[in-house]
C-alpha cells in the first residue's frame, strides 16, 4: 500500500438553497465547502438494490447505510473482515449461524425525516428479496446473496431478527453489502403506488431516502449518468459533514482527470494510471492511495446450449483459453496487475489455490496454438466471426478496455476465429446479460465482503425462476449453471470453520475451470485514489470504497 502526497484542491464558490427534506438548509457554500469529485465511470443506476456498478455504488455509499460495515484498510496482509456497526450497534448469531438478531442505532434520521426503527429495516429486507414486492426495483442483481432469508421480524421498535433457511456463516459479510442499505419505510410506500420499476427508480432519485451523510437534494442536482450534486445532510447521526457540497463528474479519460487534479480544478479522483503514479508521488499537492484491490478481469465465453454461439461447444472455450497470453495484458499495467488463472483473486483472504493454474494455461506457446486450431477445426468453427462485448469506460481491474480487448482479437486470430469488438455502456450490458445475446464479453468483478461466496454464486451459479428451473444469475457472464457446482457453492458457503472453508473452494476452484471452462481469467489489478493533500480524513474500507463523512480542509 501507498500512501504518498503530491495537488492542488480547487473548490466551486456556489450559492445553494435545497429543498426542504430533512436537515437544515445551507445557503452558501464556500470554498472550504465544496469538493469536486472525477470518477473514472458514471452513475445510471442510483437505486442501491438495483445496482450492480461501482460508479454507482460510489455514490449511494455516501447516501445510504447497512446495518454493518467494512473496516478501514490498513497496511499489511490482507485478513477476514471484522464488520463493524453501522445502523446496528450490536448483533447476537444463534442456533448455529441460522438466527441473527441487530440492535438497531438509537437517533438516526432518513433524508425524508422519518426515524430508523426495525419496521423500516424489515422494509427495505423484503424489498430485496420478495420478487413480486410492490416497490420493486427495476432489476436485483444482489437478492442471491439474501435469499437465505425465511423470515424478518420485528419484536421491538430497535430489534430486527433474521432467521434464516439453514446456517450461513456469510451473512453479516451479505448483510454489508450495498443492496442491503436501508431505505426508509416512508419512500417504500411512496415507490409502492408507482406502478412501474422504471418509475420507482427514478423517484428513488429523486427522493433519496436513506440516513448517509449525503443526499440529492434536487432533483436538478442529478443529471444524468454524467453528474450530480450531494448535499450533505445536516442531521446525520454521525455529525453534520464539514464538507458541504460533493460534485462528482463522469470523466473517463485518466490523462485529463490526472491534470485536473494536479493543477487543482478537482479534489479527489479515482482510478490513475499505473504509468502516472511516480509522478503523483514525487508531487507533495497531492496523496495517492493505492492498495492490493480484490477484484478480478476475465473473458467470459457464453455457455449457453440454447444460443447458437462457437463458445457453448467447451472445444472452442479450451481453445480461447489456450492461446489467451496474460503477459501483455500485465505489463501494461507498469507492476500493479498481477496475472489471474482461477475466479479468486490472489489478494482474497482464503479460496485461493495459490500456485494452480488449470491445464489450458499450463502448455508451451506451441503447444497451445495447434492444440487449439486443432479443436476449433474439430467444432466446425474455423473462420466464425464472433463478437466480443466490452464496456465504453475504463473500470478499476479494466484500465485500457480497447486496447485489452484488440489484444484479446489478436490472439484469437491465429486460431482461426475472426473477433469484432463492440463497446457498450454498463447500463446496456447489465440488460444484455441476463438475455445472454452475446458470444464473448470483457468485464470483470469487484469484490465486496471478502467472502469467496462473493465470486462464486455471482459469476458462475444461478438462482430458480418462477417455474422453478434453474437459471444462471444475473451477472453471470458466461451464461454457466452447473448443478454439481451449486451444489459444492453451497457447501463450500455453510461451512463455519474457516480452514475447511478454504479447502472446499480451492477444491472447488481446481475442479470447474477444468472441468467446464467458463471463463478466462486475465488479472487482479491494484487500485487507486488520488486527493488534494489538504483534503483530511478520507476513509477507504476493505470493500474499495470511500467515505467522507468526517473529511475537511486542512488550513
Not at 493454474?357 to 508451451?364: E, G, I, R
Not at 476452484?509 to 485514489?529: C, G, N
Amino acid at each position: 500500500m501507498t500512501r504518498v502526497l503530491a495537488g492542488v484542491c480547487a473548490c466551486l464558490l456556489l450559492l445553494w438553497t435545497p429543498a426542504c427534506g430533512g436537515g437544515k438548509e445551507i445557503t452558501k457554500a464556500e470554498e472550504k465547502d465544496v469538493l469536486k469529485i472525477l470518477r473514472s465511470d458514471k452513475f445510471e443506476i442510483l437505486d442501491p438494490q438495483a445496482s450492480s456498478s461501482g460508479g454507482d455504488i460510489a455514490i449511494l455509499a455516501q447516501m445510504y447505510e447497512g446495518l454493518v460495515r467494512a473496516p478501514e484498510i490498513k497496511d499489511g496482509p490482507v485478513s477476514v473482515p471484522k464488520w463493524e456497526p453501522s445502523l446496528a450497534t450490536d448483533w447476537k448469531v444463534e442456533d448455529n449461524a441460522k438466527i441473527y438478531t441487530f440492535t438497531l442505532r438509537e437517533n438516526v434520521k432518513f433524508h425524508d425525516g422519518t426515524s430508523l426503527n426495525a419496521d423500516a429495516v424489515k422494509k427495505s429486507f423484503e424489498r430485496l428479496i420478495q420478487k413480486d414486492h410492490p416497490a420493486q426495483p427495476t432489476k436485483r442483481p444482489y437478492a442471491t446473496d439474501l435469499a437465505d432469508i425465511a423470515k424478518i421480524e420485528a419484536p421491538d421498535a430497535k430489534t430486527v431478527r433474521f432467521t434464516l433457511h439453514d446456517s450461513n456463516p456469510r451473512f453479516l459479510a451479505n448483510v454489508s453489502l450495498h443492496a442491503a442499505f436501508v431505505i426508509s419505510s416512508k419512500a417504500i410506500d411512496e415507490m409502492a403506488k408507482l406502478n412501474t420499476p422504471a418509475k420507482r427508480e427514478k423517484w428513488l432519485i429523486e427522493n433519496t431516502s436513506g440516513t448517509g451523510p449525503y443526499r440529492i437534494a434536487r432533483a436538478e442536482d442529478y443529471r444524468g449518468s454524467e453528474s450530480v450534486t450531494l448535499t450533505a445532510f445536516e442531521d446525520y447521526w454521525g455529525g453534520a459533514p464539514q464538507i458541504k457540497l460533493l460534485s462528482f463528474t463522469s470523466m473517463a479519460d485518466h490523462k485529463s482527470r490526472r491534470e485536473q487534479v494536479l493543477a487543482g480544478a478537482a479534489g479527489f479522483t479515482d482510478t490513475l494510471l499505473p504509468s502516472d503514479w511516480e509522478d503523483l508521488k514525487a508531487n507533495k499537492g497531492v496523496t495517492l492511495f493505492t492498495w492490493d484491490a480484490i477484484n478480478i478481469m476475465y473473458l467470459a465465453m457464453n455457455c449457453d446450449q440454447s444460443k447458437n454461439y462457437p463458445t457453448k461447444d467447451k472445444r472452442v472455450r479450451d481453445a480461447i483459453a489456450m492461446v489467451v497470453d496474460r503477459t501483455p495484458f500485465v505489463e501494461r499495467y507498469y507492476g500493479a496487475a498481477k496475472p489471474a488463472h482461477v475466479l479468486i483473486p490472489y489478494t482474497m483472504p482464503f479460496g485461493h489455490p495459490k500456485d494452480y493454474k488449470p491445464k489450458t494455461d499450463t502448455m508451451s506457446r506451441d503447444e497451445a496454438l495447434e492444440t487449439a486450431r486443432r479443436l476449433i477445426r474439430e467444432a466446425g468453427v474455423e473462420g466464425a466471426v464472433i463478437k466480443l462485448i466490452l464496456p465504453e469506460v475504463p473500470r478499476p481491474y479494466l484500465l485500457y478496455p480497447r486496447e485489452l480487448a484488440d489484444l484479446i482479437r489478436q490472439q484469437l486470430e491465429p486460431i482461426g476465429l475472426k473477433i469484432e469488438l463492440e463497446p457498450r455502456k454498463m447500463a446496456e450490458i447489465g440488460e444484455m446479460v441476463p438475455k445472454g445475446d452475446y458470444a464473448l464479453m470483457l468485464l470483470g468483478w469487484m469484490g465486496d465482503n471478502g467472502e469467496p461466496d462473493n465470486f462464486w454464486r455471482p459469476l458462475l451459479d444461478g438462482v430458480k425462476n418462477e417455474k422453478g428451473q434453474w437459471q444462471p444469475s444475473d451477472n453471470n457472464l458466461a451464461r454457466f449453471f452447473d448443478i454439481e457446482v451449486h451444489r459444492r457453492i453451497e457447501e463450500a458457503g455453510r461451512e463455519a470453520d474457516i480452514s475447511k472453508r478454504d479447502k472446499l473452494y480451492k477444491d472447488l476452484e481446481m475442479w470447474a475451470h477444468d472441468q467446464f471452462r467458463p471463463i478466462v481469467p486475465l488479472l487482479t489489478a491494484k487500485k487507486s485514489y488520488a486527493w488534494t493533500s489538504k483534503l483530511k480524513g478520507v476513509r477507504v474500507d476493505t470493500g474499495d470504497q470511500f467515505y467522507l463523512d468526517k473529511a475537511y480542509f486542512e488550513k
